[in-house]
Structure formats: C-alpha cells, structure tokens
C-alpha cells in the first residue's frame, strides 16, 4: 500500500471502526468520534445526553470532533458505498490535483457536512463519509464545469444522479423505500464545500 495515497487509509480506518463497533452498535466505542461529547451512564437507559457545542469545543477543546463523525458508520451498505466511492474520487483527485489538495478537500467537506448537518438538525448521532464524497463530487464538478472536459473521467450522468437522490432525499422519497435515516444536511453541506473550494481552488490556480 502506498502510503501516500492517503484515501485508502482513511478507507481502512472507516473499516475497522465499523467492525469494532458493530456499526455503532456500540455506541460507547465511538464516543470519541462523535460531534458531541455525551454522557455514557445514561446508555444503558436508552437515552444519549449529548453535551453542548461550547462544552465539547471551547471548555473541552475536542476540535478533531469537528471532521471525526466521517469515520463512523451505521450499516454495511453505508459503509460500503461510501468506501467505494472514496476509493474511486480519491485515486482520482490524488492522482490529478496531488495528496495535499485531497487531505484539504477531504477536512473541509468533513467540516462543512457536520456542521450543516448539526445546525439544522440540532444536537443527535449522525457519521459517515457521505457529506465527504458529496464535497469530491462537487468539486469534481465545478472544475470540470470551468476547464470544460472530462478531467476525473465521470460521466456527466454521475453529478445528475448526485444531484436527484439529494433532492430524494429532502423530500422524504429515501426513507419511504427504507434508507433510514438519511443526514441530507450533511449531504448539502458538503457538496456546498466542495463547491466553494473548487472555486478558491480556481481562482488560485489563475493567479499564480
């Protein structure tokens, strides 16, 4: 494994939390990971007394929980297609744009996605790579969209499909066909980051 190809440690990484977890089964392993912080003696009641955002961060200063709710997830098929998605978009990415732009793209559409994700939905148990590969993809995009060609070899059909199952999603179609609970902010936020980075990512390039 080449080290540098740093989308297939974050793969394994994803992995291996959701073994040893039981796909968050065990809720108490994941803590750690969580955007929040909670209260772990209240599990075995059925409750998750989250602590507050300014707990968590500003008296706690558990930053990395920022980003960290990417690596968990909650069935296989979550888990799977989210791997495989980061397998295909990060080979891609980091073979075009290089590992220090895909480390950036991959914190800030992490970031982007749980913050949007907690600041509609409020304090709750939300992870996974979804609100990341939305950001790849956005990015993808908006790139391709400016030089005007297939740069990451995806079919134009790929961004439409992206596009139509967030929709889907906001509007109640995923959950009736049993998708669960689906983190749509999350998904908005970070395709909304990737899109914004691509375009700082362009205009940077055009002045240098």
């Not at 909670?38 to 007394?49: A, E, M, R």
């Not at 950036?104 to 913050?115: E, H, P, R, T, Y």
């Not at 979804?130 to 005007?148: A, D, R, T």
């Amino acid at each position: 494994m080449d080290i540098k190809n740093f989308h297939i440690p974050i793969i394994f990484i994803s992995i291996g939390i959701a073994l040893l977890s039981n796909y968050g089964s065990f809720i108490s392993l994941i803590e750690p990971l969580t955007f929040l912080k909670f209260d772990s003696s209240l599990l075995s009641s059925g409750y998750v007394n989250f602590f507050s955002f300014n707990d968590t961060f500003y008296s706690s200063n558990e930053w990395w929980r920022l980003v960290t709710p990417m690596f968990i997830h909650f069935s296989f098929a979550h888990l799977a297609f989210n791997c495989l998605w980061l397998y295909v978009l990060g080979s891609k990415i980091e073979s075009y744009d290089g590992h220090l732009l895909f480390i950036s793209l991959l914190l800030i559409s992490s970031l982007g996605a749980n913050l949007a994700q907690y600041s509609f939905s409020g304090p709750s148990l939300f992870g996974g790579l979804s609100g990341v590969i939305y950001g790849m993809l956005g990015f993808c995009m908006m790139i391709e969209f400016e030089i005007k060609q297939e740069r990451y070899e995806l079919p134009p059909a790929i961004y439409l499909f992206m596009l139509v199952w967030l929709i889907l999603g906001f509007i109640g179609i995923l959950d009736l066909f049993g998708f669960g609970n689906v983190a749509n902010f999350a998904h908005l936020g970070g395709l909304i980051s990737g899109i914004i980075f691509a375009m700082i990512t362009i205009t940077y390039k055009k002045i240098i």
